[in-house]
């Protein structure tokens, strides 16, 4: 997948995104291995969904695991918008209540036609002894595993993808209500609409892969103010030139507030953020820069 990534970079956004693509990916954990934690939270005004999610016909297979497609990646150089869905009845898509015995099922909710990214509530979760309720993003990697226990009104973190599923699988020991997911929220662009010269969603989504420019035609040198740059474990942050160059490296667990860049000579600088899918903290905003010429 490294290797598929690198080549559709050096072709994009240069040579020197591609190789700091590159050393992230060599220093991340294997893919599929998801953090199990979940945001919860409140709901933000917006449109009502379209359409309702599909039960399969044809139970799942628990043993199937799907690893991230490199059609997740993600360059551009400006920022989108942010819209989100409200709550309706009936859910969107649920499991049967209660489920069954020795039962395997997935859900996917609909397709959100031209987001970006992607996160759903689940109203309600009740899980019985030995079964479990899955969260998947549009790959098939796992985000969130729910086990035996009652829950309410959790929101799952931001995905890259435009759709979501749920596996349900239970043993033959018992049965319990199942899971209820009532309200899903979308993004659109790689940023928020704010004006800003770059800027992240905040908090940013998993497996991020993001770059925005930002270009002065016939500067000497370039440098950035951060009014906000905060990444999370496992996450990075590189500046490149327009040659490829490799600028600065901001590294994980980076927290830094009102700070400027050095000068750098070049017109074009280009931002690159990189997310795995462990910790998803505020990100960064570029709100001035500046140019010598």
């Known amino acids: 997948m490294a290797l598929i990534?690198?080549?559709?970079?050096?072709?994009?956004?240069?040579?020197?995104?591609?190789?700091?693509?590159?050393?992230?990916?060599a220093s991340r954990p294997p893919d599929g291995q998801a953090?199990?934690?979940?945001?919860?939270?409140?709901?933000?005004?917006?449109?009502?969904?379209?359409?309702?999610?599909?039960?399969?016909?044809?139970?799942a297979d628990p043993s199937t695991t799907t690893q991230p497609s490199t059609s997740q990646s993600s360059t551009g150089s400006?920022?989108?918008?942010?819209?989100?869905?409200?709550?309706?009845?009936?859910?969107?898509?649920?499991?049967?209540?209660?489920?069954?015995?020795?039962?395997?099922?997935?859900?996917?909710?609909?397709?959100?036609?031209?987001?970006?990214?992607?996160?759903?509530?689940?109203?309600r979760v009740e899980v019985g002894?030995?079964?479990?309720?899955?969260?998947?993003?549009k790959s098939g990697v796992v985000i969130r595993t729910f086990t035996q226990g009652s829950y309410r009104d959790v929101w799952t973190d931001w995905m890259i993808?435009?759709?979501?599923?749920?596996?349900?699988r239970s043993d033959v020991t018992g049965t319990a209500w199942g899971f209820s997911v009532d309200a899903i929220e979308v993004r659109t662009g790689i940023g928020p609409a704010?004006?800003?010269?770059?800027?992240?969603?905040?908090?940013?989504?998993?497996?991020?892969?993001?770059?925005?420019?930002?270009?002065?035609?016939?500067?000497?040198?370039?440098?950035?103010?951060?009014?906000?740059?905060?990444?999370?474990?496992?996450?990075?942050?590189?500046l490149t030139s327009a040659a490829g160059e490799t600028l600065i490296s901001f590294p994980e667990l980076t927290v830094k507030e009102n700070e400027w860049t050095d000068w750098h000579f070049t017109d074009t600088i280009r931002i690159t953020l990189l997310s795995?899918?462990?910790?998803?903290?505020?990100?960064?905003?570029?709100?001035?820069?500046e140019a010598g010429y």
């Open 5 to 25: 990534l690198l080549a559709g970079l050096m072709a994009g956004a240069g040579y020197g995104i591609a190789l700091f693509v590159s050393e992230y990916l």
């Open 35 to 59: 953090a199990a934690s979940g945001d919860e939270g409140g709901t933000e005004t917006a449109a009502d969904p379209t359409g309702t999610g599909q039960e399969s016909t044809q139970p």
């Open 78 to 123: 400006g920022s989108g918008s942010r819209s989100t869905t409200t709550p309706q009845a009936p859910a969107i898509i649920e499991s049967p209540h209660p489920y069954a015995i020795n039962y395997a099922n997935v859900w996917t909710t609909p397709v959100q036609s031209g987001a970006s990214e992607i996160r759903m509530r689940l109203r």
């Open 129 to 137: 002894a030995g079964d479990q309720i899955t969260v998947k993003d």
């Open 161 to 168: 993808g435009d759709r979501m599923s749920v596996l349900l």
């Open 194 to 238: 704010t004006g800003a010269p770059a800027e992240s969603f905040h908090p940013y989504a998993a497996n991020t892969r993001y770059t925005w420019t930002i270009s002065r035609p016939g500067a000497r040198k370039l440098k950035l103010h951060f009014a906000k740059l905060e990444l999370g474990a496992g996450d990075m942050l590189g």
């Open 276 to 289: 795995d899918y462990r910790d998803f903290r505020y990100g960064f905003l570029v709100d001035q820069v």
